[in-house]
């Protein structure tokens, strides 16, 4: 390309400028996979052209939450911005910005570089090791007008002192805390009846999140018109 300057003098001065075009990218990297699983964000582990996505346990088919794992918000960064990137299903991948990505099918990721050439990412879903935890970690009893007899926890057994009139309020709809991810065994009946003067133990179980691994617990109402642990809830 030639410029001609003139000065105002009438006077021409001719610059040949010469424009050198750079060779197209190679550039085809997948940088980082992050996701989010009940709000926290995790970072998928990348080794050479697999890529491996861990989920919680429960998300697995046949598991109680198998369904989440159909749309999870994931992010996929790559090396260039003048690369381009698309699922193998075709849908289209903007760098850096959230998707909702079907995990429960095969996925990769297919990266081109802008010299025309691509590099396949494949995307291995993997999943934690379920919980054992079981653990019975607080109970009460309500007895009316927003009061609760706190149960004391020990070992296996759960002492629930309230007053003989507060039997009134039988059968009971447990309050109760246990461990992340474990849950009540169904075989557990609730609502609690407790009736004097034979019927003032009943058994609890606590499920962990690993099939067969489980805790039982016996929840002991014990008749005290001086009842010491009455606490009121908001």
Do not use: H, W
Request: aromatic share 8%.
């Amino acid at each position: 390309v030639v410029y001609n300057l003139e000065d105002g003098e009438g006077n021409t001065k001719s610059y040949n400028v010469l424009i050198n075009r750079l060779p197209p990218s190679t550039e085809r990297n997948l940088d980082k996979l992050a996701y989010v699983i009940d709000g926290d964000t995790r970072y998928a582990t990348i080794s050479g052209n697999t890529v491996t996505v861990t989920l919680p346990y429960s998300y697995g088919d046949g598991r109680k939450n198998a369904a989440a794992k159909n749309s999870i918000s994931t992010t996929i960064d790559f090396s260039d911005d003048l690369a381009n990137a698309k699922l193998g299903s075709g849908t289209t991948v903007a760098d850096g910005v959230a998707m909702n990505i079907d995990y429960s099918v095969p996925q990769s990721v297919v990266i081109t570089s802008e010299d025309g050439n691509s590099t396949t990412y494949t995307i291995n879903v993997a999943y934690e090791e379920p919980s054992t935890a079981c653990d019975l970690l607080t109970f009460s009893l309500p007895i009316g007008a927003g009061k609760f007899a706190e149960g004391v926890i020990n070992g296996s057994n759960v002492n629930v002192y309230m007053k003989s009139s507060d039997l009134s309020n039988s059968p009971f709809t447990p309050v109760y805390t246990t461990s992340p991810l474990s849950e009540v065994s169904s075989t557990t009946v609730i609502p609690m009846v407790f009736v004097k003067p034979n019927a003032l133990s009943k058994p609890f179980r606590v499920n962990a999140e690993k099939d067969g691994v489980f805790k039982d617990y016996m929840i002991n109402v014990i008749p005290d018109d001086d009842a010491p642990i009455v606490v009121s809830v908001d």
